[in-house]
Nanobody, 125 residues
Framework: QVQLVESGGGLVQAGGSLRLSCAVS?????????MGWFRQAPGKEREVVAA????????NYVDSLKGRFIISRDNDKNTGYLLMNNLKPEDTAVYYC?????????????????WGQGTQVTVSS
């Protein structure tokens, strides 16, 4: 059974940083897992933030967030991370980690079979 457990959200002032964590169980490197981070603001569709291959560490970012957000993983801890720097009020959303097997660095929610519970990130101005 695959489970993803997120942590690290909260309230932060504009310009601050947060690091989200996503602990994965039930997947190993033999599954060639890919982790994606998505976010969903009120009234908006869920959108991809970044994705990373567990094997090799290749990454993919949405262009608008390159340079501010950094995705990483620790294979030994089976945990993925999303470091968010210079946060802006428009980054306010529920952030989700998701996982899939296979090599594709998916950018669509439909490409991911497994999801975390979501964590709220609120950026105050």
């Amino acid at each position: 059974q695959v489970q993803l457990v997120e942590s690290g959200g909260g309230l932060v002032q504009a310009g601050g940083s947060l690091r989200l964590s996503c602990a994965v169980s039930g997947l190993t490197t033999s599954n060639n897992p890919v982790m994606g981070w998505f976010r969903q603001a009120p009234g908006k569709e869920r959108e991809v933030v970044a994705a990373i291959r567990w094997n090799g560490g290749s990454t993919n970012y949405v262009d608008s967030l390159k340079g501010r957000f950094i995705i990483s993983r620790d294979n030994d801890k089976n945990t993925g991370y999303l470091l968010m720097n210079n946060l802006k009020p428009e980054d306010t959303a529920v952030y989700y980690c998701a996982a899939r097997t296979g090599w594709t660095l998916g950018t669509l929610p439909s490409q991911y079979a497994y999801w975390g519970q979501g964590t709220q990130v609120t950026v105050s101005s």
